[in-house]
């Protein structure tokens, strides 16, 4: 009986083990810890696009509406002029104002939980193609990074990620009319949420949808190819000339960015998974069919892009830039077909013989894939661990700033500050400032540090372009300036400094 008892519980160990389910639980685990990354340690906003997005999404909900809404940085409505991404701000602040979970929070973990969401859709598309966990795992490696941006920042291309796999599923496995409404939601959301990844999607679905016109599904390509119109069609009724201005920017070379290299975002991806990748490309290819192909041929549509773009630079380089996430998102969906064959490899009899012990003769591919899987942490972890991340604020800014927004009457609405902190600052208070770094200082960011610098003493500079709050943690010696907490100054007004709740 006691025998019997082991033998039960040694299968069911051995199932434990053998389940897709486990190791996708592992590997869940795993995109939450390499998502989480970038905001280990740091409590606030990590990436200067994560706080433009908080500040626009607070400007839309406090406006209620597109109509008149201006920048919550200048007042002026040139920050929404070029803007695509509507739906990212609208989601992100509706869903804010109803959980009235602090932004900081929101924007620290639920990158995190995407990545976890869009993982998790990379194992349900493939899972059919028996290689689920292993894609999943290797989707998991998508790095984040300054320059392109990724997974651990919430930003509308982590979004979009979840959409990949989800659209690839619908035009894969589901047919008739609630699949086609299911690709019209999908695009119409990243129309409005993220175009750039329904640009990618469009390159990724364009070997599928040709395959499908030569193997007797004509009526679903056709279909498919109406249905992904339409939202294109129908942004040229709202954004024509921004859409306009893009395709035309098609035929003329663009200036590649400086903080972007190819060979180096492959090694920050992991050589061993890009190999890895390459045998995925080989194995669908050779396994067939349309699913497979379009699967290979999509990256490698995907894969040309960024390589005209990197070589003639003929494309857009925010879809190029964007683009870089995305393909390295199918170079892991790809990746797990190249896993699964690894694991595959079966050694022939006259070969196993002579191979001692049996065990390894027996399960060569396992090994292998075992080694791969063990190699590729070994080296893409530490990476992830050692990306260098910078930090916009640190405590005394953000308690400082906060106390501006819950303090200072909203007379003072225009403030002056180090303009690599100004972003920040509008999006925790909602006051407009004098000038923010971009990519890099320009004439009124110099200005504003020779403001500084010299000790605040320019009240004419400050009263010719209406600004009400000083705020720095350099000498401030300026007489007409009222120091009302540490490191904030206001401009001598008739008005009231601070509300009835705060205190000098």
Known sequence: MELQDKNRLGKILRSLVQSDYLKLVLVLALALYLAFIPHQGYQYPVHVDEWVHMALSTELLDNGGTDGLTSPFTGKNTEWNQRVELGFHL???????????????????????????????????????????????????????????????????????VFIPLTLFTLFYLRGWQSYVLLLLFFSLMMLTHAATAVSMIIIFSAYILLSFFKNERKHALAVVITLMLPFASSLLFMRRIVLNKIGSLFVTQPLPQHVDLPL??????????????????SLIRSGGSRNHGLAFGSLALLTMVITFVKFHYGVELVYLRGFVHLQLMMGVVAGSGLLWLRNIRLPDSLG???????????????????????????????????????????????????????????????????????????????????????????????????LGKGCLNTAFLRNNNITIVYTRQQCENPDLINVRRYVYLLEATSPIITSSGSH
């Open 353 to 451: 013989a002579r191979v001692k012990p049996a065990f390894i003769s027996r399960n060569i591919g396992g090994i292998l894939g075992l080694i791969v899987i063990v190699l590729t942490l070994i080296m893409v972890v530490p990476s992830r661990q050692n990306t260098i991340y910078y930090h916009m604020i640190d405590k005394h800014d953000y308690d400082a700033f906060a106390w501006i927004a819950e303090n200072v009457e909203e007379y003072y609405d225009k403030a002056i500050l180090d303009p690599w902190k100004a972003t920040a600052f509008t999006a925790i208070t909602g006051r407009k400032i004098y000038s923010k770094i971009v990519m890099s200082p320009g004439e009124d960011d110099m200005r504003a540090y020779e403001f």
């Open 91 to 161: 989601f992100w602040g509706i869903f804010q104002e109803i959980t009235s979970i602090p932004w900081v929070s929101i924007i620290r973990y639920f990158p995190a939980i995407i990545f976890m969401i869009t993982v998790l859709s990379v194992y349900a598309l493939c899972r059919k193609a028996g290689f689920g966990w292993e894609a999943a795992l290797f989707a998991c490696l998508v790095p984040t990074a300054i320059g392109i941006l990724g997974p651990g920042f919430l930003v509308p291309v982590a979004i979009g990620m």
């Open 265 to 282: 975002d492959f090694a920050t991806y992991g050589y061993l998974p890009t190999i890895i990748f390459a045998i995925g490309i080989f």
